[in-house]
């Protein structure tokens, strides 16, 4: 049994998207995540057939050899692959960050990367901005980007970046000014494309032990150079650029949210309603029932916000509220379908063969990573509100 989608308004191309991503995804069953995620190994397969069929392509613009499609259709493919049982989160970053470079990025720099990255012979699947002694203030990151003649001299250290080993480029974020020398403590950081092909040594990539398969690095910059042409728009307006890119980045988290929500609600409904203890099916009970039910309705609802915000964004409008609503709403949604999965599951819910654990801990790192759930509601209070600032 399947449970029933409410049916959004949506395309036909959006529809034939879905569809062939549903395709795409069933020759990647869950026993394909499980071994990847048993051996903490990369999906490579499943990421080289994303890529040959043009999917991850789909923010660039045609001109670049991309399908120039919008948030929205961006979107519909990263929850097909997490609703599918998959994990978006091997792939994600590209369409991440995408938006910094088509909105900030030089005739010349579009022109040099995005055909490469169209076609998959360059890889874009890394972000680098979080800082141990910044954390969540970003304006307070320390990696030094310095000027010298016609390089940037990059020194400094990162945490948590993920894919760093499976991706060719970086969209690195440095602090090109010193914080004490700034007026606006929003300005002095900028943003560069980091090819990591060309830093040998001086880039030390360590992988982190963590609870989730994502491929996740520490890094230290010993005086790794990068070409002055790589700074992407303006040094100093670095934090701006990233900014823009967080309704992109806060529509496709929750999107992702809602493929997981959707696969926990129909593995328990069907699960629910095949397992007979005390004569009767335990979904019989409403004990159990209920909270599938109720994590069903919080999707189905957060997915109405997800796709308001994509069409504002797809329309240029301002929709930094809806993307983070949408993003809090779904992230919440999918962790209380997971935690009903669990209770429905009861012990075979920690077997792996189950996947539910697997999915458990992969939907709870998405209301905390990219950006927490109480940085989600401090905006909402604080720009939307208008309450008073924490920070
Ligand atoms: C698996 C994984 C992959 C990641 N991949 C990447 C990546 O590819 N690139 C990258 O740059 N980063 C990445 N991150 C980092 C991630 O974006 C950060 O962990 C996240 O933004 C939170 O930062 P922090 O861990 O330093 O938490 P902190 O900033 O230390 O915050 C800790 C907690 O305190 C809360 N808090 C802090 N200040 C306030 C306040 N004023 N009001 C209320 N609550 C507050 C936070 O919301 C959070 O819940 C990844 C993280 C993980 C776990």
């Not at 049916?7 to 991503?21: G, H």
Request: hydrophobic share 40%; glycine share 8%.
């Amino acid at each position: 049994m399947e449970t029933q989608d409410i049916q959004l308004p949506s395309s036909e191309e959006q529809q034939a998207i879905r569809d062939a991503v549903q395709k795409l995804c069933s020759d990647y069953p869950d026993k394909y995540w499980r071994d990847i995620d048993g051996k903490g190994a990369y999906p490579q397969a499943f990421v080289d057939s994303l890529t040959e069929s043009g999917y991850l392509a789909v923010l660039i613009p045609e001109e670049y050899g991309g399908s120039g499609l919008g948030i929205t259709e961006a979107s519909i493919i990263l929850e097909e692959i997490n609703r599918s049982g998959g994990n978006s989160g091997a792939c994600h970053a590209q369409m991440y960050t995408m938006g910094t470079l088509l909105r900030h990025g030089s005739e010349e720099q579009k022109q040099r990367f995005l055909p490469l990255l169209a076609s998959g012979d360059l890889r874009l699947q890394a972000f680098g901005v979080t800082e141990p002694n910044a954390g969540s203030e970003t304006t307070r990151i320390s990696t030094r980007a310095q000027r010298r003649g016609d390089k940037y001299i990059v020194n400094g250290q990162k945490i948590f970046i993920s894919r760093v080993e499976h991706s060719d480029l970086m969209l690195l974020l440095a602090r090109t000014t010193p914080y004490e020398e700034l007026e606006n403590k929003t300005q002095g950081l900028s943003v560069f494309i980091l090819d990591m092909r060309d830093v040998q040594g001086n880039l030390e990539v360590r992988p982190l032990d963590m609870m989730v398969n994502h491929h996740t690095c520490a890094l230290f910059f010993d005086d790794v150079e990068i070409p002055a042409e790589n700074l992407i728009g303006e040094e100093g307006m670095g934090f701006r650029y990233i900014i823009d890119g967080w309704n992109a980045e806060r529509i496709l988290v929750a999107a992702e949210a809602i493929g997981d929500g959707r696969w926990f609600t129909d593995k328990s409904a069907r699960y629910a309603s095949e397992r007979v203890v005390f004569d009767a099916p335990i979904g019989a009970n409403q004990g159990v029932q209920f909270p599938i039910s109720k994590a069903y309705a919080q999707i189905e609802a957060a997915d109405l916000m997800r796709f308001h915000a994509a069409a504002k964004f797809d329309r240029q409008e301002k929709c930094g509220a809806e993307a983070n609503m949408a993003k809090y709403l779904a992230s919440e949604a999918s962790w209380e379908a997971a935690n009903a999965c669990m209770v429905t599951h009861g012990g075979y819910a920690f077997a792996t063969d189950y996947d539910v654990e697997r999915k458990f801990r992969e939907t709870r790192l998405l209301s905390i990573a990219p950006v927490s759930n109480n940085m989600i509601l401090a905006f909402l209070g604080q720009k939307v509100l208008g309450m008073p600032r924490s920070y």
